[in-house]
């Protein structure tokens, strides 16, 4: 069966820090891989997608940025932290057809201070 | 564009009661349409899809959700709620050879004892 396992858990960074989240994804090949935010006040934000090694497509100019170095592994960054860049991060994977359910990772919990 | 309405922020219900939890659509052609639910610091489950055939759709935990398309509503129901079911619960869509979801912003469903 397929799993999607997010780490850390938590993270708490002082602002200018630099940021890595990773993501990876067992029992499929080939998936689409997505970041998402979800702030405090519950709505999601879809920030990166990725159809392919390689392939990022991003959605909301910012602070962050994502690479898909292997097939099933993808990894959001950033080079210096902002306040603003607090939040719940999650990532998801679908297989790779239209109508596919998002499958989301547990989250990060990041806290940017 | 796509969009996916949620106009209740909290839906509260008694434990045994009739639980509903509203949402419209509006997505060009025909609509790919999901639940989802999120328990507090967790990533988002999958519940249930409609694709296409029967608007009446059955899923996890006892809940279903029916497409109407003259209305361009896709409410999840459950017949009896229970305590555990006190959580947050995202409506989504999208349309064909679109790989992004459209989220609603959430519903806070309060299931009272």
């Known amino acids: 069966s397929q799993t999607i396992h997010q780490w850390p858990a938590t993270l708490v960074q002082p602002v200018g820090s630099p940021l890595s989240l990773e993501c990876t994804v067992e029992g499929t090949s080939n998936p689409n891989l997505y970041w998402y935010r979800q702030a405090a006040g519950r709505g999601l934000q879809l920030l990166f997608y990725s159809v392919g090694i390689g392939q990022i497509s991003s959605e909301v100019p910012q602070n962050l940025s994502a690479s898909r170095p292997q097939d099933r592994q993808f990894i959001l960054s950033s080079k210096k932290l902002l306040l603003s860049d607090s939040g719940f991060y999650l990532c998801?994977?679908?297989?790779?057809?239209?109508?596919?359910?998002?499958?989301f990772g547990n989250g990060t919990r990041l806290t940017v201070t | 564009a796509q969009s996916v309405a949620q106009p209740e922020d909290q839906v509260n219900v008694a434990e045994g009661n009739p639980l509903t939890v509203k949402c419209t659509y509006s997505v060009s052609g025909n609509p790919y349409l999901f639940w989802y639910v999120q328990y507090p610091n967790r990533g988002l489950q999958f519940l249930l899809k409609?694709?296409?055939?029967?608007?009446l759709v059955k899923g996890s935990y006892g809940f279903e959700a029916e497409f109407n398309k003259s209305q361009t509503s896709f409410h999840l129901k459950k017949p009896s709620a229970l305590v555990s079911d006190s959580a947050l619960y995202f409506c989504a869509a999208l349309s064909y050879g679109n790989n992004r979801l459209a989220f609603g912003k959430g519903n806070q469903v309060v299931v009272i004892p």
């Open positions: 409609y694709i296409t055939g029967d608007n």
């Open positions: 998801a994977w679908s297989d790779d057809h239209n109508n596919s359910p998002l499958h």
